[in-house]
């Protein structure tokens, strides 16, 4: 509405010069208070929006912190694991090739019961380093010396030899010469008879 519709309407200039103001700052304020409003709602909005984004990204930054914090305890779990392992493979190794080489040690000097001669060792004082024994030998001296019975050539079996008499009915140097139904006409005769 304008001044000259006022005065149309039956106000005095003044009137409708007091009208007009009041009706600009009235809508002025109105403006104001609304402009004010959208602001504070886009800044509720904004302010609203951004909290709940900084809060999820808030969780899923302890989300990724917890499972680099369980990676990192999984591969310092893994390396131990590894190092005990290898660990575990050497000795096991180391022991094998020590043995390896304690039974090498009775072979050459001729131990007739390995497992016996063994018994003997103090095994404890026995070391591998490079590849070599340290302590044994002086313990195998001991032990070859106090039970020398355990060592060396292994005593030869008796051979029991064939009678070189000729047993009873038989023809010929030693029987030689016989048919088979000779010799097994001779043996059923004479059982114990060696042809």
Not at 97 to 104: F, G, H, R, T
Request: charged fraction near 30%; hydrophobic fraction near 35%; avoid cysteine.
């Amino acid at each position: 509405m304008k001044k000259e519709d006022l005065i149309a309407l039956g106000l005095t200039e003044e009137q409708a010069e007091a009208v007009i103001k009041s009706h600009t700052e009235e809508l002025t304020a109105a403006k104001k208070t609304a402009r004010q409003e959208g602001e504070n709602f886009a800044k509720s909005a904004y302010e609203k929006s951004a909290s709940e984004s900084t809060a999820k990204l808030t969780e899923e930054l302890e989300s990724v912190k917890a499972a680099a914090s369980k990676s990192a305890a999984e591969l310092e779990e893994l390396k131990k694991k590894y190092a005990d392992d290898t660990a575990a493979l050497r000795a096991d190794r180391d022991g094998l090739e020590k043995n390896y080489l304690i039974d090498s040690a009775l072979t050459a000097r001729q131990a007739k019961n390995l497992k016996a001669a063994k018994a003997l060792l103090d095994l404890d004082k026995v070391s591998l380093k490079d590849g070599k024994l340290d302590g044994l030998e002086e313990q195998l001296e001991a032990v070859v010396k106090e039970n020398g019975y355990m060592f060396g050539a292994s005593e030869s079996v008796p051979q029991f030899m064939k009678s070189t008499q000729n047993p009873s009915g038989l023809v010929g140097a030693e029987g030689k010469g016989l048919t088979y139904s000779q010799m097994m006409a001779i043996k059923a005769q004479n059982p114990n008879a060696e042809i």
